[in-house]
């Protein structure tokens, strides 16, 4: 059968900013991850104490999964191809005829029945993101961005893990570039894009962005009032698995951005953007700071849990955050220094014409 | 966080399965991705929840053994997924999959309903109908 040609594997923090990544790249518009993750603006947090994952609120430290795989493309102009399906056997032959023309295609996948992670990580999360690049021998060859190498699923698992059921089901999406944008100008594109998430995280209804933070640092003060020792373990450590799950590295999220504001201060000269980044380093630290001490506190199962401090470690990260936003909705007021164009090549059709 | 500093704990539960990606910046505050073996926190928060699952698996087991809940409650637990998650994955209401936990309801459960339990758990049928046996 066929395998994909030409087509480089990466190893990324983040799955879905790591497949677009791999994805945009591949068709020629290369964006690194931080890129993608900043310009599709993922930037956020959210504690939503009223929807329950396992007897635990729902916490997110980025926007929900898919919101990438929507948001970049438009952002960027690009003719964007999405797929859900409703039969198993379609979506499988479909994925078929895509890579039989040399597409590397795009899925949404359970992490439960991809045997290629280790055991204890397989949680029934149906979110995961990867890229199938071939078929070999029955086998198919998945560019995971998580992982270093190729992996290799069956094709009885990977039905499976397109088609597992509930929370997020991926009900088998598939999605690819169907064409590039001739040229696309960058810099209003970052532009837009710091100011939706400065403003989300400053501004937006409670649960969300900085209100979300100081709501979620009032919880954990009153935890001890309400719940016993047991649980306040697991909620402190649900916190940094939330903060940590599969490969983002304590505030991972805010290292990225930091990253991506870095990529743009290089592109466009605002000092602004270069003190943001490095302040939003220093907001990665502090989140690291506050999961070692949740850590700490579910690992010493017999002290006394000093749930003060740790709510003081989130309200810090709250506070750096804060003034990062409030310096980056100054960027309006100036106007990039760099004469350079700030343009990307890129013109490539996707094999499949028809869709075009 | 400064590279040198990017933590490398050899985690256990990634060990066989190469390394992890973060971002980190150099002497000169550039970024780049370095390549990981773990950091211990991670470590810690797994463990401690998969041993909760662990628990209480083998709690639901033993009582699946002297007939006091159904088969299904263990497989759930040791499937990582609770009340909730278990209902949204079936198809059905919560109240509905609480019923099934009790063993006499169990008992004559259909055997389609039971092939759709099995499939979520990924296993095979008679690990549901012939659980004394094959647990």
Known sequence: ?356 | MEKKRVPQDANKTYSGYGTKVVYAVDEAGRYDRVQTTGWEVEEIVLRDVVGDFQEKAESARRRAMSGQTSPIEYFMHKRYLDLTGLAKGMGIAKWRVKRHLKPSVFEKLSPSVMQRYAELFDIDLKMLTHFKENV
């Open chain 1, 1 to 356: 059968m066929n395998t994909a040609p030409a087509y480089e594997h990466r190893h990324y923090a983040h799955c879905e900013s790591g497949v677009l990544s791999s994805l945009f790249t591949h068709h020629g518009m290369a964006l690194s991850e931080p890129m993608v993750f900043g310009l599709a603006g993922a930037m956020s947090f959210a504690y939503l104490p009223f929807v329950r994952l396992g007897h635990m609120p729902l916490i997110a430290y980025r926007m929900f999964p898919a919101y990438l795989i929507k948001k970049l493309p438009a952002r960027m102009r690009v003719k964007y191809f999405r797929k859900r399906y409703s039969d198993s056997g379609r979506a499988m032959a479909e994925l078929d005829d895509f890579l039989a023309n040399g597409q590397v295609v795009g899925i949404q996948m359970s992490v439960f029945f991809a045997p290629y992670f280790p055991p204890e990580m397989r949680f029934p999360f149906n979110a995961h993101n990867a890229i199938v690049i071939g078929k070999e021998n029955g086998d198919y060859l998945i560019s995971d961005p998580v992982f270093e190498e190729i992996k290799r699923i069956a094709a009885k698992d990977l039905e499976k893990a397109r088609f597992a059921k509930g929370v997020l089901a991926p009900k088998g999406l598939v999605h690819f570039p169907l064409q590039m944008p001739g040229e696309v100008d960058l810099e209003p594109v970052i532009r837009k894009a710091i100011k939706k998430t400065a403003n989300m995280m400053l501004h937006a209804p409670p649960f969300i962005g900085l209100k979300g933070i100081r709501r979620l640092s009032a919880k954990i003060c009153a935890l001890g009032k309400k719940h016993d020792k047991k649980y306040i373990r697991h909620f402190l450590g649900h916190l940094v698995r939330m903060q940590e799950e599969i490969g983002t590295g304590g505030g991972g999220f805010r290292f990225i951005y930091a990253a991506f504001l870095q990529e743009a201060y290089q592109l466009m000269g605002i000092p602004v953007l270069e003190e943001a980044s490095n302040r939003m380093t220093a907001a990665g630290d502090a989140w690291r700071m506050f999961a070692l001490a949740c850590a700490k506190a579910v690992k010493r199962r017999e002290e006394a849990i000093d749930l003060e401090a740790i709510a003081g470690l989130l309200r810090q990260c709250g506070e750096i955050e804060k003034k990062i936003y409030l310096l980056l909705k100054s960027l309006k007021k100036y106007k990039t220094t760099n004469t350079a164009s700030i343009q990307l090549p890129s013109a490539k059709c996707s094999s499949r014409g028809d869709l075009c």
